[in-house]
């Protein structure tokens, strides 16, 4: 999905814990134009609880310091200066049919 909007693998996804709510949470990292992202993907089992990830998801990318708004597609996008004073950007999509949620934050 993501490989077809332009962005490279640089690790697979692993499994990196559950989410509160006991959905699994998968973790690798991906490179566009120069930036690394690190991408998290979330299954859950319904729209309520995607729907629910997906606020949970831009809650925590607000927590971290980015500063966004949701986009025309319904994605929530967000930018932050790093520490070291290099920009950061954050990205998450919205639940798609199969009640995943895909977070994307910039290392």
């Known amino acids: 999905m993501m490989t077809a ?19 699994p949470m998968y973790q690798g990292t991906m ?9 998290t993907i979330i299954q859950t089992d ?3 609880h995607a729907q629910a ?5 831009i809650t925590i990318s607000q927590g971290l310091g980015y500063s966004g708004s949701t986009q025309g597609d319904g994605s929530w996008y967000g930018t932050k200066v790093s520490d070291s004073g290099n920009p950061q950007a954050a990205l998450v999509m919205p639940p798609g049919d199969d009640n995943t949620v895909i977070q994307l934050m910039g290392e």
Do not use: C, I, M, R
Not at 10 to 20: E, F, H, I, N, Y
Not at 53 to 57: K, L, S
């Open 5 to 23: 909007k332009g962005y490279t693998v640089l690790t697979p996804l692993t499994q990196k814990g559950d989410t509160a709510d006991h959905f």
């Open 31 to 39: 490179t566009k134009d120069g930036y690394v992202f690190v991408y």
């Open 46 to 48: 319904s729209p309520s």
């Open 53 to 57: 990830e997906f606020q949970n998801a």
